[in-house]
Structure formats: C-alpha cells, structure tokens
C-alpha cells in the first residue's frame, strides 16, 4: 500500500528556478525520508527528517515536516538539468519498512 | 566505500519459469531490502532480512521468497513467474539505522 503521496505528479520547470514537491502521508511516522531516482535506475537518498524535527537542510534541499497535517515539502533551489529525476518521499512506520509514494517527475529545461 | 551491488542488470523470462536476482550490500550492513517497482504501481516493499533472517514481509505471494548468506548479500527468488512480475527489482542496505542505500536494480521482463 502507498502512504505517500506526492504532488504534483509531475513539474517542469526552468533551470535556475526553485523546485518544491509536496508528500502527504496517512499514518504515525517515526521518520520522513527523500530519494531521488535518475531514468528508471536505482535510488538515491537524499536526507532524512526525524519525526520531532520541523526543518532540514543539505546544500540546495530543504525539507519541511508538518506532523500536525502529515506533510513534508522539498525544496530544491537554483534548480540544474542534473536535477531532472523522479523524487520519492518514504515514510518509516517501523519494522525497517519503507513505504514510498508515487513520486513527482521533475524535468528541468535548459 | 563500494556501494550496493546488484545482478543481473537485466533478465528476462518466460511465464512459468523461476528467476533468481543477487545483491551484495555495502560492507559493513547487516540488512537488506527489497523492493518490486512495477510500472504504475510505484514502490512496493517484499522482503527484509537482518543477520540471516527474514525480518519482515511485504504483501507478496509465497512464491517470492529469498535467503540471506553469512557474508549478508542477499538471493530474491520468485519462482512461476506470471506477467505482472515484470518490473525493477532493487535492493537496499543498511547499517542498523533508518537510512537505506540502494543498488542499481535488476530490471526482469517476463514473456
């Protein structure tokens, strides 16, 4: 089953813009992670954000967590063609298991 | 530092037939995951195995099942493959902690 769900499905934007996708989840979480995937191939992690924590930065990406409305956003600034990818929120319930959600295919345009 | 290791790249079967995918995780961790991405169904967890165990599973047949060595990597076997398995396989590694690392994935197309 999908806890996550991100919105939007699908975003194009211009490189140098900013990038946020939003996730959505249904139930307690102990964590919020991102991950990027490149055309099909594996993933990449990209941060985590622990249930108590409201915000998180790593270079270029800042994630938000909402726990009150069971949301997260992921901002990506200063966007490049590198970023252009599928990114995923994951959501950790417990027992070492995952669930992901749908993912946003961000596409950015040279 | 090496990172997950996984093969075949690619494999592909036909309906009936069993398939056998590998992982080796970073040195070090001791679980392994894996997860089904099947086109339109995002993706899915399977299996999770820690120091030689199945640990957990997800909502999968029997007929997908798998086995962790001393060494930690890691065997996904799905035996009477039907149509719908086509999809990537990837597996994940981890320490102990929640941050899982993934592999490239092996993409099975079954005919």
């Known amino acids: 089953s999908q806890q996550g769900e991100e919105d939007p499905q699908a975003l194009s934007i211009q490189e140098g813009e900013n990038a946020t996708m939003n996730c959505s989840y249904k139930t307690s979480i102990n964590n919020l992670q991102w991950y990027r995937q490149n055309s099909g191939r594996g993933l990449v992690h990209l941060i985590l954000?622990?249930?108590?924590?409201r915000e998180k930065h790593s270079g270029r990406l800042r994630v938000t967590l909402d726990t009150s409305k069971k949301s997260s956003s992921l901002l990506i600034t200063a966007s490049r063609a590198a970023d252009t990818a599928s990114y995923f929120c994951?959501?950790?319930?417990?027992?070492?298991?995952?669930?992901f959600g749908q993912g946003t295919r961000l596409t950015i345009n040279p | 530092e090496a990172g997950v290791t996984q093969s075949p790249t690619h494999l592909i079967k036909t309906r009936g037939q069993q398939a056998t995918l590998r992982c080796s995780p970073i040195?070090?961790?001791?679980?392994v995951y894996w997860y089904q991405q099947a086109l339109g169904l995002g993706l899915q967890f399977l299996l999770w195995?820690?120091?030689?165990?199945?640990?957990n599973r997800g909502n999968f047949p029997p007929r997908f099942s798998g086995r962790q060595f001393p060494n930690y990597s890691s065997e996904l076997n799905v035996n009477a493959l039907e149509l719908e398995d086509s999809a990537l396989y990837l597996c994940?590694?981890?320490?102990?902690?929640?941050?899982?690392?993934f592999g490239p994935g092996t993409r099975l197309t079954v005919l």
């Open positions: 195995y820690d120091e030689g165990e199945e640990r």
């Open positions: 994940a590694s981890s320490p102990g902690h929640r941050t899982q690392y």
């Open positions: 994951a959501t950790d319930e417990g027992a070492q298991k995952l669930v």
């Open positions: 040195s070090g961790h001791t679980s």
């Open positions: 954000i622990r249930s108590n924590e």
